[in-house]
C-alpha cells in the first residue's frame, strides 16, 4: 500500500485496477459473460447474416437479399401454419399451466410437515417434463390402446380414440403435457403467496370478508408482479417448445402440431436450408419480442407494485 | 488488499481451468488407451503401433445397435491401438444430425451412408474418394462383383463402400394370411394385393397397410420404364397420379388401416411398425429389415416383392445396395478408417457377428460363408435376394438434392388424401408442381 502511494504515475498498476470493486465483480460474472456473448449473441448475429442468404448446410451461402423473408410471407403455408399451431399451443398451455401453479402454490402455502416433500413432489415434473423418456411415455399414454384409454374404459366410457391421430386432440396431448410442468411457476407463485403481509388478510377478516374476497381483493392484486413474471416467462418458454412436438407427433397430423421450432428445424436441418431456418428464428426473435413488449406496456393497467403506492 | 487480489487470481485460474476443461477431456481418453496398449502388446498389430481414435455413425434399429457394436468391440480387442467411438440414432433423425456435422467441419471418419444421400455429400465434397485405398489393397475388393462397386462410384471415384444388398420387400404375417386362407404371390398386383387385402379384413379382421413413400413412387414409374425425378422435373403427373390413385383407392376402404393409427404405429420405425402389434398383416420396406421386423415381431413372416401394376411393361423390382460406409474427406485417420471398413467388408469374424442385417454381404466368398451359418429368417432374405436377382433391373440413379423435402411433401399429401381433405388427382398435382419448385430451388 504505502509504495503505491509514494509513486503516484504507477498507480494504475494491474493489481490497482484488480482491486476496484466493479472489477472484481465482472471477474465473478465473467463465466457467464464469455458464454453470453460467445455462446449466445454471436451466433445470434451469424444467424442474421444467414437469413439473408440460400445457405444448403452442406454448401457456401450465397446472398439472396429478403428472398427468405418474402417467400416466408407470401408462399409457405407450412409457416403459418405451424405459426398457427405454436400460437394455440401458447394460448391454452400458458394459462392453464399457471393457474394450475396457482392452485397448487394456495394449497401449499401452509407451512406443515410434509409440505417440503409435497413441493418437491409437484416440481418434479418440471424437470423431467421435457425430457425424451417423457415425450415417449406420453405417446404410449395417448395411444389408441394405451393407458388413458384403458383408464376411459374402466369408468365405462367405451373410448378407442386414437387421441395422437385426430386433428383435434393431438395438440391437446400435448398441451396437457405442458400443464402437467407447472412446478417452476408453482414455486414462484409461493414465495410471492409468502411475501403477502398477513396483516392485510387479518383486516379482511376482521371487516368480515370471506375466502373469495380475500382471494379476489388481496391475493390476486398483490400477486400481479409475480404472475406477469411467470407469464412473460412461459410464454418466452412456450414458444421454445421443440422436444414434444419433435419427439411425440413430429407434427403429424395433418401439421396440427407442428410447432415453429421443428418446422425450423426441419427446414435447417432436414430440408438443409439452414438460411431460411435463420430467417425463421429472427421473425420469431421479433414476434416474442413484440409480445413481452406489448406486455411490459400493459403492466400498467395491471401490475400493482406496492412500493409505487 | 492483497487478500482481495489472490482470491482473485484463484478466481481467474479457476475460470480458465473450467473453459480449458473441454480440450483436457479431449486429451485424457488417449492417455488412457496408450496405457492399455502398454498392456497387451504382443496381438495383431496389423494397424501399426499408431494410437487411432475413430468415430462412426450408423441409423438402425436395436437389432443392428447390438450387432454393430459387438463387431466394433471384436475389433478393438484385435486391433488394441484404435478405438472406434460409436454413434447411432433411427432414420429420421439421422440425416439432420450427420449434415450439422458436415456444416460444423467434424464429420465422424467413417459414416453410414445412404444411396439417396450420397450424391449430396459428394458434391458438397464432403467425401474422401476411396480408390487410393482399392488400389493399394486396404480395402480388398477381388471377391466384390464391379456393379456393386459401381453403385458407390461418383465421376469414376469410389466414395462410398455398398454394405450389402437388398430390394423392396414385402413382409407379411403367416399366421393371419394362413388363418384368411389366401396365398400371396411372390409379386402381387395392386389389385391382388387389394383383394387380398378384403379377404384377410373378412376373416380375421385385420387391416392392410399400404405405402412405400417416395421409393413406392419411383419403383412405380419404373413399371413404364420412368424415372421418378425427370418426370418431376417436367412436370410430368403420369407416376405421381397413378401413385395417389393407389394410395386413395385403399384409404378409401374400410380395410386399410385409418391415418389417425399410423400416427402412433409409424411405420417408418421398426419397433411402432403395425404389423409388430398385427394391427396390420403386411409391411412395405427393404429386405435386410426383414431380420429386425421379424425380431421384433417374434412371429414367423413371409416375405415377398411390392406389388406392381397389372399393366407394367418393365420389371420395377431392383437390387439396391442397402447402405454404404464412407469416409469423411475431413478425417485425419482414413487409412485407419479404410482399414476397418475392408475389415467389415472382407473378413469372417465380423460378418459371422453382423450375419448380413445390413443386407447380403458384397463379398461373394462371404456371403456363402454366412449363408451357411444363418437362420431361417436370414435364410430367406438370402432366397428372396436370389429370386430378386434373376429378374432385377438396374437401379435408378442417386437421388437429387431436395430428395428430402420431396419426400416429404409427398408424405404430407398422402396425410392429407387419407384424412380425406384432398383428392388424388389434386394430390398428385400439388406433388409435381411442389416438387419441381423444390428441385428447381435446391439445385440452385
Known sequence: MKKNSMSPKRKRTIGQIMNRKEVAGYVFILPFLIGFFGFIILPMLVSFGFSFTRFNILKTPSFIGLQNYITMFTSDATFWKSFGATLYYVVFSVPLRLIMALIVAMLLVKSTKLSGFYRAVYYLPSIIGSSVAVAILWKRMFASNGVINAMLQSTGIPSTIAWLGRTDTAIWTLIILAVWQFGSSMLIFLSGLKQIPVSLYESAKVDGANGIHRFIKITLPMLTPTIFFNLINQIINGFMAFTQSYIITQGAPRDSTLFYTVYMYQNSFAYGKLGYGCAMAWVMVMFVGLITFILFKSQKRWVYYEAER | ?444
Open chain 2, 1 to 444: 488488499m492483497k487478500k482481495k487480489i489472490l482470491s482473485l487470481l484463484i478466481m481467474t485460474a479457476m475460470v480458465i481451468g473450467l473453459l480449458a476443461g473441454c480440450s483436457t477431456k479431449k486429451a485424457s481418453p488417449a492417455a488412457n488407451t496408450q496405457t492399455t496398449e502398454g498392456n497387451s502388446s504382443g496381438e495383431k498389430e496389423a494397424a501399426g503401433d499408431e494410437e487411432v481414435t475413430l468415430s462412426l455413425v450408423w441409423w438402425g434399429n436395436q437389432t443392428r445397435n447390438d450387432l454393430t457394436q459387438k463387431a466394433v468391440e471384436l475389433y478393438m480387442k484385435n486391433n488394441s491401438n484404435v478405438t472406434i467411438k460409436t454413434e447411432f440414432t433411427d432414420w429420421s433423425g439421422y440425416w439432420d444430425k450427420v449434415s450439422t456435422m458436415a456444416a460444423g467441419g467434424n464429420l465422424p471418419d467413417i459414416m453410414q451412408q445412404d444411396y439417396a444421400y450420397i450424391n449430396q455429400f459428394q458434391e458438397s465434397g464432403q467425401l474422401a474418394d476411396l480408390t487410393p485405398f482399392i488400389k493399394d489393397g486396404t480395402i480388398d475388393t477381388t471377391n466384390i462383383p464391379e456393379s456393386i462397386l459401381d453403385s458407390g462410384k461418383i465421376d469414376g471415384s469410389v466414395y462410398a463402400l455398398s454394405l450389402g444388398s437388398n430390394a423392396p420387400m414385402m413382409a407379411y404375417d403367416k399366421e393371419i394370411v394362413e388363418k384368411a386362407g389366401v396365398t400371396i404371390p411372390e409379386q402381387p398386383t395392386i389389385d391382388e394385393l387389394y383383394e387380398i387385402g378384403q379377404t384377410i379384413y373378412e376373416k380375421t379382421g385385420v387391416q392392410t397397410y399400404f405405402d412405400g413413400g417416395i421409393n413406392y413412387i419411383q419403383y412405380l414409374a419404373r413399371t413404364t420404364g420412368s424415372y421418378l425425378f425427370d418426370e418431376l422435373a417436367k412436370g410430368t403427373l403420369d407416376s405421381s397420379l397413378l401413385y395417389f390413385n393407389s394410395i386413395a383407392k385403399f384409404s378409401d376402404t374400410d380395410f386399410c388401416i385409418p391415418a389417425n393409427l399410423l400416427v402412433e404405429k409409424d411405420p417408418e420405425i421398426v419397433e411402432t411398425k403395425p404389423i409388430i402389434d398385427q394391427s396390420t398383416w403386411n409391411d412395405l420396406s427393404f429386405s435386410n429389415q426383414f431380420i429386425s421386423v421379424s425380431s421384433t415381431a417374434g412371429r414367423d413372416l413371409g416375405i415377398c416383392m411390392w406389388p406392381t401394376t397389372a399393366d407394367a411393361t418393365t420389371q420395377p423390382e431392383y437390387l439396391k445396395p442397402s447402405m454404404f460406409f464412407s469416409i469423411a474427406e475431413t478425417s485425419e485417420n482414413k487409412e485407419a478408417a479404410a482399414k476397418f471398413i475392408d475389415w467389415f467388408t472382407n473378413s469372417e469374424e465380423a460378418n459371422e457377428i453382423l450375419m448380413g442385417e445390413r443386407g447380403i454381404p458384397i463379398n461373394t466368398e462371404i456371403a456363402d460363408f454366412v449363408k451357411s451359418k444363418v437362420d431361417n429368417v436370414t435364410a430367406q432374405v438370402f432366397d428372396f435376394i436370389a429370386k430378386v436377382t434373376e429378374i432385377a433391373e438396374p437401379i435408378d440413379p442417386p437421388s437429387p438434392s431436395g430428395f428430402s423435402e420431396v419426400e416429404e411433401l409427398g408424405k404430407k399429401l398422402v396425410e392429407t388424401l387419407r384424412y380425406g381433405e384432398i383428392n388424388a388427382e389434386d394430390a398428385a398435382n400439388q406433388y409435381v408442381t411442389g416438387s419441381k419448385e423444390i428441385l428447381e430451388e435446391a439445385a440452385k
